[in-house]
């Protein structure tokens, strides 16, 4: 069974630093392509960033590019979002989810999610 399990999130100050965490199981020893999306109150689901399955090659949305970073650590069956300068907009529930292919993940287009979490809120607020 494949789960996928986020943590990290919480209330920050604007300005400050989070770092997700999303650690996956069920996929026996294979590895995938991963992203991170968001969902704010009343908006759609945002990709914002993807990683291929070994992790050389990574993708932004324009919204987060400079500012967050995704990595992962495989032998941890794990990938991370580092998240600087965060901004009262960044504030939403944020999924980490396996996408069906890796071009999808780099870009964010044509996106179609096979697996995703249950999510971390992530409250950006002074």
């Known amino acids: 069974q494949v789960q996928l399990v986020e943590s990290g999130g919480g209330l920050v100050q604007p300005g400050g630093s989070l770092k997700l965490s999303c650690v996956y199981s069920?996929?026996?020893?294979?590895?995938?392509?991963m992203i991170w999306v968001r969902q704010a109150p009343e908006k759609e689901l945002e990709w914002i960033a993807g990683?291929?399955?070994?992790?050389?090659?990574?993708g932004y949305s324009d919204s987060v590019k400079g500012r967050f970073t995704i990595s992962r650590d495989n032998a941890k069956n794990t990938v991370y979002l580092r998240m600087n300068r965060l901004r009262p907009e960044d504030s939403a529930v944020y999924y980490c989810?396996?996408?069906?292919?890796?071009?999808?993940?780099?870009?964010?287009?044509?996106?179609?999610?096979?697996?995703r979490g249950q999510g971390t809120q992530v409250t950006v607020s002074s």
């Open positions: 989810a396996r996408p069906r292919t890796t071009d999808s993940a780099l870009t964010g287009q044509k996106l179609e999610i096979l697996h």
């Open positions: 069920g996929f026996g020893r294979s590895h995938f392509p």
């Open positions: 990683i291929t399955n070994g992790g050389a090659s990574e």
